[in-house]
């Protein structure tokens, strides 16, 4: 449930001059229930890639799947959750409301599965503002939102695009560890496009880091690290070999001379 | 694995001509009148060959044309008085909503006294005020250009005020740290701020800026092209009529024109 | 009173007071016989339109009616031509540029042309009443159709909606705010198009009652009329903004500035 298997996959955009190569024969894979980061410079496709796998666009070459069938299968069951970097909450709406949206546009489809809108605002703990507007809510506040709208209809794979991408550091971390345990208690595959390297280390299994021009796979990482991680964890020499590795990747030192371990 | 240092993309060719967006627009909109008035006056003549639609209910581009090169001289002093009274009118409003709005950011009560009347009278048709007006200013110019200021003021002191209170709180207390005192943030920070505001007020009053001048001419007989035009309706001369909607028509078009090029300008400009 | 109910109350107090102040002037002003001719106490306004109310109501109807007419007409041609460029994108400069020419033609202009083609008659009024609020009920309800973020949308998609759900549940939703910010520039509008059909020629209406005051120099009652007259415009706006209100209770202000 909820196995992703990104395959050879490129994706090219015609602008008025040529042509633009946004991803170049990216391949990646997460097992359910596992949490993967892409991480990489701007422009490197990594936003790109996510809206590929959601079937918001479609690739020019390659294959993805989520659970053997084709993203747009997928979507079209309802069954992908997408948090974006604007919490995107419709502002005529209360809380509650737009958590529910989801099941509205499910239909009779949605019913039985997946989760109460007001359980999942207790998971986030925003019970208090079922009824209040989004206006009325914080960046964080509305993210968290977000986040329970996302996992309504018990999506198998949860997708995120720079989700805390606006908040400060401090809030930033608060809501890693809010998304951790949200994420543990749901057992939903998850993607996660981060700019914080420190982010893609503390909370994903894989972190696979991309390079720009064309936006390309230069080296996926195991986190070994054990769960729940919390900020002690961060403390953790492993941690930082690992953060050192992924940012070798990033800026161009050769992978495996920072081995962990 | 090192990254990569990509090559960035070509220059651009420098034998392209690099337009700037206010002049961009500016063609573009002529342009664009030019296309719609000849493609009208094309489809105009096939409409009447194609239903032998009458003189009398529709002239022919022919009439039109010929009406328009007889009377040019009359036409072009109408235009020139329209445009003119427009213009005196709108700097006459401009000046007198700077003045205002410096006031309302000076006292706040006055603001608060009279922001609200303000906006209610935006919202009515002032051009029903048209009569009364020119009941009390008499006929002429002078009234032209009075009626033209009363009714943009409303529009235009809204927008200048929006902009002299448009500074940033950083930028004001960047002034208050220079020490500059009430009439210095005036002139060096808000007055400037202000500017592009001004000109965004301008543009939306400038088509009604034409429209009361015009009116005001047709109401009170002074020498524009308000005036002209019930003149010839009323004389029945309807190629000169049409001549003169057309005229009267590509003269709002292009002031409105002028004052969103002057608009982009400004814009551009400012920081 | 309460400290709470004065903080309610004070962004009114003020402007009334100083309309309550200039009015006062005005008529001690004109007591004194400082006033010229033309322009009479706000007493003797008053009691003007008191007294021959009926007249000013005889005249008022038909512009009000007039007005409506053309103002309903208005917005359902928009929405139509709105809902139509929202699904054919192609037809969208087009038909943008097709209501911006029309708008650019001066109405002075257009009042005489239509009363050539349709005659002195009630259609003709109502026309102009129509063609002066369509363009801006247009621009406002595409503008406020293509108003949900990318965000928003993209959400839609991942959620698997249909177009009809995306538009009931986003796009007509966050047009609203938008959409009535034009409804309140047009209502105006209309009354000014039908004034300006009145003026063209007509035998009852409140455009008439002005001019011809105008002409007989009758003070009073050109006074009586622009006051009934822009009275009547505001009426309308404020029933405009009084539905506006209750459509968009709840959200937050500025949506549509």
Known sequence: MGRLVVSGVSKRFELGKGSVEALRQVGLSLETGQFGALIGPSGCGKSTLLRLVADIAAPSEGSITIDGEPPAQCRRDHRIGFVFQDPALLPWRSVLENVRLPLEVAGKRGVGSGHSPMDLLKLVGLEAFADARPSQLSGGMQQRAAIARALVLAPKLLLLDEPFGALDEITRHKMNLELLRIWQATGTTALMVTHSIQEAVFMADFVFVLAARPGRIVDQIEVGLPRPRDTVTMNDPAFGALVSRVRGGLFGEPAGMLAYG | MTAAVQAGHPPPSASRLVLSAPLRLLLRRTGGLALVLALALALLQAAITLFAIPPYLMPGPAAILAALADNAGSIAHGTCFTILCTLAGLAVSSVISLAGAALFVALAPVRQAFMPLLLVLRTVPLIAVAPLLIELLGRGAGNSIAIVAFLTFFQIMLAVEKGLRAPTTSRLELMLVCGAGFWQTLWLLRLPSALPFLFTGLRIAASSAILCAMFAEFLSGAPGLGEQIIDAFSTQDFARMWALVIVGTSVSYLFLTATMVIEKITAREDG | ???????????????????????????????????????????????????????????????????????????????????????????????????????????????????????????????????????????????????????????????????????????????????????????????????????????????????????????LQLWGSVCVTCALASLLYGVVALIEYFALRGRPAGEAE
């Open chain 3, 1 to 219: 009173m309460s400290r709470l109910s004065w903080q309610a109350a004070a962004p009114w107090v003020l402007p009334s007071a100083t309309l309550a102040v200039l009015l006062a002037l005005w008529q001690s002003a004109a007591s004194a016989g400082m006033l010229p001719a033309t322009v009479p106490a706000p007493t003797a306004i008053a009691v003007e339109l008191v007294t021959n109310r009926a007249i000013y109501w005889y005249h008022l109807v038909p512009t009000a009616l007039t007005a409506i007419s053309g103002y309903l007409l208005a917005i359902g041609i928009a929405l139509a031509a709105a809902l139509t460029v929202h699904h054919v994108r192609s037809l969208e400069l087009a038909v943008l540029s097709l209501g911006s020419c029309i708008d650019s033609i001066p109405i002075i202009a257009l009042a005489p042309v239509l009363t050539i083609w349709m005659g002195v008659a009630l259609p003709t009024r109502i026309t102009l009443a129509m063609i002066i609020c369509l363009f801006p009920l247009l621009a406002t309800a595409l503008r406020g159709l293509h108003a949900p973020s990318d965000a928003a949308r993209a959400l839609f998609r991942v959620l698997a909606a249909s177009s009809w759900q995306q538009f009931r549940k986003l796009t007509f939703p966050a047009a609203l705010p938008y959409f009535f910010h034009g409804l309140k520039i047009a209502a105006p509008l209309a009354v000014l198009g039908t004034l300006v059909g009145e003026w063209t020629g007509a035998e009852q209406g409140l455009g008439v009652l002005m001019t011809g005051a105008m002409l007989n120099l009758e003070i």
